[in-house]
Every structure is written in structure tokens, then in C-alpha cells.
């Protein structure tokens, strides 16, 4: 299967690195116009010329906007007037006891996982509705269904995007515009990443020793038993925005590493 993604528009939030950046990558080669986001725009310049880098006939472009507030948003709606599809991947986590969680923390979680992609959910939508066509995906978590303990505000509002995509795909109906979500498994992106090198550094250990202690004491479901890398998230996401993908909308798809149990 071929995928061809020439003349649509899109956006993927949070895509100067990690799971944001394979995404826009996967789209980018499969001929679509990607808008990179990221908050500085050195760091956008910097994924649009990686982009340029692998592919010399990229027509990525970008825009530095904070998605954690509604002028960030509302900047970058006003860059981006129209699109066809829009990936709200940006997502932010930490670690933290319940009882330690203040008011502050739940509603930064809110701002930035939740209503991002509702505020440019909203915004873009009508017009996909109107052009018959469009893509919406919400990159969610295997932690939206097995709610982490030590970070059940993180968990909440992956399982608040699960209710969005849905909602939103019953309200677009047959319209020609799908809209899923996707429960990503644990992932070496940047911060994953840098996370594990920390932990390796500190306790005097190689990375593969951390990953392979990693899976056995917090992920024991998982049957990769490894981290998954940025590019096999992407290439769900990207056949998901193709027009082979018409089929499948209000759906929720895992790419986890069969971490999640359960059949359905
Ligand atoms: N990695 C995992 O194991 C995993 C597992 C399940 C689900 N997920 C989900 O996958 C998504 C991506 O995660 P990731 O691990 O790839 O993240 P990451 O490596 O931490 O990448 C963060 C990206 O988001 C951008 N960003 C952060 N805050 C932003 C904001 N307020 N406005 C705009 N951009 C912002 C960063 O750009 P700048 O720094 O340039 O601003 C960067 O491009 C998230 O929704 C996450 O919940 C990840």
C-alpha cells in the first residue's frame, strides 16, 4: 500500500521531537504540507531542517506557539487558517503522588493535554466537515485504560481524550471526516529517553539494564517487553490520516506493545 498524502494540510502539536516529530516525519514523506509546532521557534527551525534533511522536497513549515494556553492556540490558529488533518499529540507527564497533586498541576495537565485538542479540535473540524474530507487523531495512552498510580493526573486526561475523539467522530457522523484516537505504549521518545539515561547514570548501569528492569517491575503486561520507538507509533498514525484509512473512525487503536490486556 502506498500511501499518498499530497495536498493535504497538517498539523501535529508538539512536534519538534519525539512521537510529535516521527509523526510529522511519516506525513511529510508521504507528500503532506506539515506544520511543525513547538514552543521556541529554534527548536521548530531545527525539526523542519532534520525534515528537509531526509527529505529534500519537504514542505514543512512551522509555528513556535505554546499549546498549553488559549493565546497559544489562538496564535497558531491564526497562522494555520485551514487544515485537513490535525494530530493533537502534544502531551505532557510526571510523576507524582496523588495526595502531593495542587490544583495548579491538575489544570496545567488540563490546559495542555485536554484542552488543546479541544480548543483546535473545535476551530478545525467545521471546515474539514465542509471540504468532506479530513483526519483528526488524538495521540493518547495505554495509561487512559490502566490508570497509573503515580500519576493519575496524567492518566485522567488520557482517558478524557478517549471521550473527545469518540464524542467528536458521532458528531461529525458520515461527514467524510474520521476521528480516532490512539493508546500509545511506552515509548523511547526525547523525554523517555533522557529519563532512562538519567536512571542508567545514576545507578551504574547500561541503558539495557534499565529498560529490561524497567519492563519487569512497572510494565510486566507488556509482551515486547521493550521500549517502542517513535517510528512504529508513527506509522499507525500515518495510515490513520490516509484515505485507505476511511473506514475507521471512533475508534480507539493501540500501539502499546500488547502492554494493555484485554481483547477489545
Ligand atoms: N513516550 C511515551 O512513552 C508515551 C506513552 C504513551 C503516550 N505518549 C503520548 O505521546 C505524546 C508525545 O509524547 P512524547 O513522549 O513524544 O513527548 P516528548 O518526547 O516529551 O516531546 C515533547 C514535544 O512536545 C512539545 N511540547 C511540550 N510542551 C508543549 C507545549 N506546551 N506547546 C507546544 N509544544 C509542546 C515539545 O516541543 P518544545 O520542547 O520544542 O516546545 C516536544 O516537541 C504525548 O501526548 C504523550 O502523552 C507518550
Known sequence: MKLDLTSKKALVTGSTAGIGFAIAQGLDAAGAEVFINGRSQERVDAAIAQLKKSNPASKARGVAA???????????????????????????????????????????FFEVNVMSGVRLSRH????????????????????????????????????????????LAETVGASGVTVNSVLVGPTKSEGVGTFVNDLARQGGVSQ????KDFFKTMRPSSLVQRF??????????VFLCSKEASATTGSALRVDGGVTRGIL
Open 66 to 108: 505554546d499549546c498549553g494556553n488559549a493565546k497559544g492556540v489562538a496564535l497558531l490558529q491564526s497562522k494555520i487558517p485551514s487544515l485537513d488533518i490535525l494530530v493533537n499529540n502534544v502531551g505532557i507527564f510526571e510523576p507524582k503522588p496523588f495526595f502531593e497533586i495542587p490544583d495548579e498541576d491538575w489544570m496545567r
Open 124 to 167: 478545525y473540524t467545521p471546515g474539514m466537515v465542509k471540504a468532506q474530507w479530513g483526519r483528526v487523531i488524538f495521540i493518547s495512552s495505554e495509561s487512559a485504560v490502566q490508570i497509573p498510580s503515580e500519576m493519575i493526573h496524567y492518566g485522567t486526561t488520557k482517558t478524557a481524550q478517549l471521550a473527545i475523539a469518540r464524542g
Open 208 to 211: 539495557e539494564q534499565v529498560e
Open 228 to 237: 517502542l520507538s517513535p517510528e512504529e507509533v508513527a506509522n499507525m498514525v
